[in-house]
């Protein structure tokens, strides 16, 4: 707003000058040098005070132009035009709520006196003086509302677009881990819960296996969290490199991970052996330290039971059965995950 009337009154000096209309030539080269000063202190005045010292300006101006020169010539335009200014520029600036209502006062009133005022038959000056001060500010209040139009629009769509980032972002941080980027407990019920709704319509059977670090505990205790938590950063990524797109692995909680199959067959077991044999073969590297990881895992289908809940139960029983028989071992009902289940990969 500030260097939008700083050009305004550039432009109006020479017409100013040439029709030797000299109140208002000496009004614009204070304005300039008004509008400089702001320009040049912008960061300590502040945004909304600058707005409110241009608006005073304009209006300051207008009335000059007024008093000299008893006629309007288009400066109810800018009477006008900087109320709505005044609203463009500052919606989006904290400010007290009587600050419209007081501040665009004086801006209406202005306006009323000039459409009330009475242009005289004789004068002061040469009339092409004020035909092309109405041009010109009919052309630099039209500029200056496209040129806010498009600032709007560009704002708009900038915040539009962000805004759609962060919900995104939000969503992203409500359904993964962010330690290891798996989805999230929360998460993963949303796809017990389509699995469930598949198996009552089609009657196609689903798999979950939990399982958890060996011996973690002593890795904390021993090393430090940061190296546990190093260690599930790594177990997170060699898993997501076995398994399957169409599986679903998830962090449970704490040292805990859960793995959803979309099928009830050895398939499953075999898989599950392939990521036990994989993480018990991988060397774990801590600063200085290697360490020899495994897992034991626990797993149940929806062959036994319809309730996902009682699924969950079963595979965490097996793992605990696990951890009682020697660890590092997959634990499950043979008879739930028998060779006669037909392969159900979606």
Known sequence: MVFFCFIAHLLFLPIFFYFKAFTLFYTSILSILAYLCIMRFFKS??????????????????FTFLFSMKASAGIEYFTLGSIALLFLFT???????????????????????????????????????????????????????????????????????????????LIYIANHDPLTGLINRRRIW?????????????????????????????????????????????????IKTIIQKNIKFARWGGEEFILLFPYANPQVIEILENIRIAIENHVFEYKDTKLSITISFGAANSKKYD?????????????????????????????CFSSEALLQIV
């Not at 005045?45 to 207008?62: A, H, K, P, S, W």
């Not at 400010?95 to 209502?101: A, I, T, V």
């Not at 035909?131 to 704002?155: N, R, W």
Request: with cysteine; charged share 25%; hydrophobic share 40%.
């Open 190 to 238: 949303e796809h017990f819960q389509i699995y469930k709704d598949r198996k009552d319509l089609y009657n196609s059977d689903y798999s979950i296996a939990i399982f958890d670090i060996d011996d973690f505990k002593k890795i904390n205790d021993q090393h430090g969290h940061d190296c546990g938590d190093t260690v599930l950063q790594i177990i997170s990524t060699l």
């Open 307 to 335: 309730s996902i809940n009682a699924i969950i139960m079963e595979a965490d029983r097996f793992l605990y059965k696990g951890k009682g028989q020697g660890k590092n071992q997959v634990v499950y009902d043979p008879l």
């Open 45 to 62: 005045i502040g945004e909304l005070y600058t707005v409110i010292f241009t608006y005073f300006l304009v209006l300051f101006y207008c």
């Open 91 to 169: 919606y989006n600036i904290r400010h007290p709520k009587w600050f419209y209502p007081v501040f665009a006062t004086p801006g209406l009133v202005l306006t009323i006196l000039i459409s009330l005022h009475k242009t005289p038959e004789m004068l002061p000056s040469d009339p092409k003086l004020y035909f092309y001060h109405k041009i010109y500010t009919v052309f630099i209040i039209s500029f200056v509302f496209f040129y806010i139009c498009f600032k709007l629009e560009k704002e708009i769509s900038e915040t539009r677009e962000k805004t759609k980032s962060n919900e995104k972002q």
